[in-house]
């Protein structure tokens, strides 16, 4: 199984400040034949089911305010969110789908300082 | 407006056995990979099987092999997920949610539904 270890767990951040959301993969979800990234992020507020964000590591969807940022390859990733706002406290997950079974990482918690 | 609404879940003994739902809508029902993810508070989410469009392909997460059915109808334009031989730790809110591809992102996911398993 491709274990993700995201880190940290939570972090508090000021209104207007940028936060960074780390992902690391047990192994590589770059695919070779078509150099992709096989990795999501989703952010889920209470109450509600998770949200795509980005997909193939740095992918806005659509709808998605460009403060939100992924980067990253191979094992590493990143989720940045440039200027935080009060509508983005959440927990933020990341996700492999390179391979069965399809996992998660624990899921990082975003409030406000 | 692409949809998916889970029902079924409820309360359950050990042992016992349930079947969920998820009814789409606003898409190609067909076309699409469904899953199945569960979330827990103590364990965060957690896949647990996808069906493909035409329901030739299924894969399940190692806990749930044995004991859990994904199936679909597309005339019906929703999924199910049997689960048999419940436990414990099977307890948590069910979320269905669909993939472009066997090996996608997941978007949407539907509101879920709690499924319970207690003595």
């Known amino acids: 199984d491709i274990v993700m270890t995201q880190s940290p767990d939570s972090l508090a951040v000021s209104l207007g400040e940028g936060a960074t959301i780390n992902c690391k993969s047990s192994q590589s979800v770059l695919y070779s034949s078509d150099n992709k990234n096989y990795l999501a992020w989703y952010q889920q507020k209470p109450g509600q089911p998770p949200r795509l964000l980005i997909s193939?590591?740095?992918t806005r969807e659509s709808g998605v305010p460009d403060r939100f940022t992924g980067s990253g390859s191979g094992t590493d990733f990143t989720l940045t969110i440039g200027s935080l706002q009060a509508e983005d406290v959440a927990v933020y997950y990341c996700h492999q789908y390179f391979g069965i079974p399809l996992t998660f990482g624990g899921g990082t918690k975003v409030e406000i300082k | 407006e692409v949809q998916l609404v889970e029902s079924g879940g409820g309360s359950a003994q050990p042992g016992g056995s349930l079947r969920l739902s998820c009814e789409a809508s606003?898409?190609?029902?067909?076309?699409?990979?469904m899953h199945w993810v569960r979330q827990t508070p103590g364990k965060g989410l957690m896949w647990v099987s996808r069906i493909s469009g035409d329901g030739s392909s299924i894969s399940y997460a190692d806990p749930v092999k044995g004991r859990f059915i994904i199936s679909r109808d597309n005339a019906k334009n929703t999924v199910y997920l049997q689960m048999n031989s419940l436990r414990a730790e099977d307890t948590a809110v069910y979320y269905c949610?669909?993939?472009?591809?066997?090996?996608?992102?997941?978007?949407?996911w539907g509101l879920g539904t709690l499924v319970t398993v207690s003595s």
């Open positions: 606003g898409f190609t029902f067909s076309s699409y990979w």
């Open positions: 193939w590591a740095s």
């Open positions: 949610a669909r993939s472009a591809t066997a090996y996608n992102s997941f978007d949407p």
